[in-house]
């Protein structure tokens, strides 16, 4: 999976402006091979920054829409960068979730196994007090 990321800013008079050239991209990249999703981010230390992040499957996909009309608007998008954007492109070889948490937890934690509540296994069975289970 390769993962670009575009970090900009903008004016606030102009914020609106990127916003919707940015979500006008959205539906047409939605649909092309090998898209997996996207996020847009307004950065809390910045107000003026703006930051977009698409997923691609492999390169072809990602070289494919870097040719692209949608692409082209991203381009001219970053032109109105009130300062010089940031452009990444990193390829994942492994992804992990919570299991990562666990594992690192588990390791001398004086909260059990995991310290994590495990919502999977639904809501604990209590018993109340002064009485006894059976």
Known sequence: M???TLRMTSTPERRG???HAIRSTLGPTAVQPGFLGW???????DANAITFAA???????LDRH?????YTTVLAVM??????????FRTVTHTAGIETVIAARS????????????HRRGPRSRTPRGTTKH
């Open 17 to 19: 402006a990127v916003l």
């Open 39 to 45: 996020r847009l981010y307004h950065d809390i230390g």
């Open 66 to 70: 870097l040719r692209s009309a949608q």
């Open 55 to 61: 997923e691609w499957r492999s390169q072809e996909d």
């Open 107 to 118: 390791k001398d934690s004086p909260f059990g196994a995991t310290g994590i509540a495990d």
């Open 79 to 88: 032109e109105m960068s009130t300062e010089r954007p940031e452009l990444t």
């Open 2 to 4: 390769i993962v670009s």
